[in-house]
């Protein structure tokens, strides 16, 4: 319930506290007296799209407070837990116009975005105004307002995820036939290519080895006749039988030198066996470097071989083996692509079996919710003076999509056997009005902690039509709190709050006010809008009678 709203600063209005009550409260004056300034403030405070400019002319900034008593289980206690708001009985609202434009929002003095005050919104205050913002007269809106009164939004997210699985099913398939189609362009080079790589068997490291192995064998014929001729110097007619008959003359006399030979037997030992060692390592050479004169031809081929297939696939020569397992799994996919194709059509036929019986079943939820609706609304229209009218919620078919298959409209006869239409085109001004209250009843029925705002719902009726419509406003107002802006007197009447707002001019500054009206002033206020200007004795007569009755 709406218990409190505090407005400082906005528009024509300086200072203003309310404080509503439970059951009908209703707001008079005149015409242009700001009646609509006060529903544009609580717009602005629970987050609704409005005027751009609301800050008063002069002020620095516009502030609206507005507090709500919340009961256990209200679903604004939700939305405030998944905000990571504290949650509590009272929940105070506030937001700031600076005079910029800038907006700021609190909720229970916590920042907050003007989203999570849209989402808050949506189940503290349901508005009729003379632009319904439900969109009750725009059949694109009447699915899912039938689905809200069937209680069907848990079926429709049901069928939301079959359409969302149907569709990457499709996407999936999709993606998996467009690569095929790839992939079967480069069939006949992909076959090619894996042929002679594979006939070829290029191994990583093996430019660079036969790189090597072919300079080795280049060099082989300029520098072998001198690694002969080194081997032949170092070995038995040369060095080695050299140093082999030094090391045999100095043995000969060396006890007779007094072991002044020993140091260079010694060194001479030492020196024979390393001259061993590199006459091993260049017979080593020579043999590594003796080929048959075609094996060059065979490597310089390979290596040629190798190199050239690499600059084909412009790839590097080390990366041909696994550029040919690339291949090579472009071709199996080719030849498994078809078996695949099929796998992810039957997904996509199981996906589509599944969103039909989804949808169907749906269809026939939504009709069931229709013929509670048609029979509700007829218990509705008949304390209003309509129960002639018809009205009938119309399911026909539409193309499939995330929210079922099901084209939803709200269509109305204003008399038997009168032809039917849309609620904006056959129902005049006064009957519209009716219509559109009947209808905000029925779907806001099962809301709970609700306020519920109207708007000049009354426009266009007058005397005993105007009469049921505040009597059904009231009865309403039995089980919520409902806040109803009148021209009626005969609505204003059955009000148990009143209130009436005035516009006054002081100082060439124009404000508005609102007065708490007591018995006394409510009469005199109801005989005002029965007369006009000039209340009569009559007038407060009619007055009291009406608000009597």
């Not at 502030?63 to 919340?70: I, Q, W």
Request: net charge negative.
């Amino acid at each position: 319930m709406l218990r409190g709203l505090d407005i400082r600063d906005m528009l024509i209005i300086e200072r203003l506290e309310l404080e509503f009550q439970p059951g009908l409260n209703v707001l008079t004056g005149e015409t242009g007296a700001g009646k609509s300034i006060l529903l544009d403030s609580l717009g602005f405070v629970l987050g609704w799209r409005g005027r751009a400019e609301l800050v008063r002319q002069g002020a620095e900034q516009g502030e609206v407070v507005a507090v709500f008593d919340l009961q256990p289980g209200h679903p604004a206690q939700a939305v405030l837990a998944e905000a990571g708001l504290p949650v509590a009985e009272d929940l105070i609202l506030r937001r700031v116009n600076s005079a910029d434009g800038r907006k700021t929002a609190w909720v229970n003095d916590r920042r907050v975005s003007g989203e999570v005050l849209r989402q808050l919104s949506d189940t503290l205050v349901e508005l009729h105004g003379q632009h319904d913002d439900r969109g009750l007269l725009n059949p694109r809106g009447h699915r899912i307002l039938l689905d809200d009164f069937g209680q069907l939004t848990g079926d429709v997210e049901v069928v939301r995820k079959a359409w969302r699985s149907l569709g990457a099913a499709g996407k999936a398939l999709g993606r998996a036939e467009r690569a095929l189609a790839e992939v079967a362009k480069e069939e006949e080079f992909l076959r090619h290519a894996v042929a002679e790589l594979d006939a070829l068997d290029p191994q990583p490291g093996e430019e660079e080895s036969l790189d090597s192995r072919r300079r080795l064998m280049q060099a082989s014929e300029r520098i072998g006749e001198d690694i002969s001729k080194a081997s032949a110097a170092l070995g038995s007619d040369g060095a080695e039988g050299m140093l082999s008959d030094a090391v045999r003359w100095l043995e000969g006399v060396a006890e007779k030198a007094q072991g002044r030979l020993e140091d260079p037997l010694a060194a001479l030992s030492r020196a024979l066996n390393e001259l061993g060692t590199a006459q091993m390592a260049v017979e080593d050479c020579i043999s590594d470097m003796a080929f048959n004169p075609s094996e060059l031809e065979l490597v310089e081929d390979r290596l040629f071989a190798i190199r050239g297939l690499a600059r084909k696939h412009g790839v590097l020569a080390d990366d041909l083996a696994a550029f040919a397992e690339e291949l090579r799994g472009k071709l199996a996919a080719l030849e498994g692509g078809e078996a695949d194709l099929k796998a992810l059509r039957a997904e996509v036929e199981k996906a589509k079996v599944e969103y039909d019986r989804l949808a169907a079943s749906l269809s026939g939820k939504r009709k069931a919710a229709a013929a509670n609706l048609d029979r509700a609304m007829a218990a509705e229209l008949a304390p209003l003076k309509m129960e002639r009218a018809v009205f009938a919620t119309e399911i026909g078919a539409a193309e499939p999509g995330p929210e079922g298959q099901d084209e939803v409209a709200f269509t109305v006869a204003t008399n038997p056997g009168a032809p039917s239409g849309p609620l904006n085109k056959i129902a005049s001004g006064g009957e519209l009005s009716r219509f559109l209250l009947a209808l905000k009843v029925c779907l806001t029925k099962e809301a709970s902690g609700l306020t519920m705002i109207f708007d000049e719902i009354d426009r266009g009726v007058g005397g005993a039509t105007a009469d049921a419509v505040g009597r059904r406003l009231a009865q309403l107002a039995e089980n919520t709190q409902v806040l109803v802006v009148t021209h009626s007197p005969q609505v204003a009447a059955r009000g148990r709050h009143h209130w009436r707002v005035e516009k006054a001019v002081a100082k060439g500054m124009t404000t508005s006010t609102v007065t708490s009206l007591d018995a006394t002033a409510r009469v005199d206020e109801v005989a005002r809008m029965l007369a006009g200007d000039t209340v009569t004795d009559e007038a407060r007569g009619a007055a009291k009678a009406l608000l009597a009755g």
